[in-house]
């Protein structure tokens, strides 16, 4: 609108500046060329204005969506901290049981090598009982 009143101005200065009178006609018909292509921009700048609207629109989802995700991020970036903690912990614990399990093993193999010795004696000493090996004494004390 502005620039429909300043054209108008500028070519109702200049008609007056030279002296000459111009006709409805003939001004009409200088404009109007003028009036379309104006139109023409000022629906263009309108299509745009609309345009950057949706773009800021999706804009400003596409920052709420990233700082979602970055906070999800952060947030499995922790647990995963806590599980690898975790995971050294068993580590270590896993590494204690063993070695438990290990001197538990050493353990029973003596004490099996142990019983196995005790039962090898007592079948020595069974089979020397029954060969008759042994005489029995008596004890002068005992009298």
């Known amino acids: ?9 500028g070519v109702a200065m200049s008609v ?5 009178l111009a006709t409805h006609k003939y001004v009409a018909k200088t404009i109007a060329p003028v009036e379309q292509r ?3 921009t000022e629906g263009k700048n309108s299509e745009q204005d609309t345009k950057i609207t949706a773009n800021a629109t999706q804009i400003e989802a596409v920052d709420r ?13 922790a647990k995963a901290v806590a599980a690898g903690a975790a995971a050294a912990a068993a580590d270590s614990k896993a590494v204690i049981a063993n070695t438990a399990a290990g001197a538990a093993d050493s353990k ?3 004490g099996i ?11 020595t000493l069974r089979d020397d009982v029954r060969a008759g090996k042994f005489k029995i004494v ?6």
């Open 1 to 9: 609108m502005k620039s429909r009143i300043l054209i108008a101005g």
């Open 16 to 20: 007056l500046s030279t002296g000459c």
């Open 38 to 40: 104006v139109s023409g």
């Open 65 to 77: 969506d990233l700082s979602r995700t970055k906070e999800r991020l952060t947030d499995t970036d």
């Open 108 to 110: 029973a193999q003596r």
């Open 113 to 123: 090598e142990t019983g196995t010795m005790a039962a090898k004696a007592v079948d």
């Open 138 to 143: 008596k004890n002068d004390s005992e009298k």
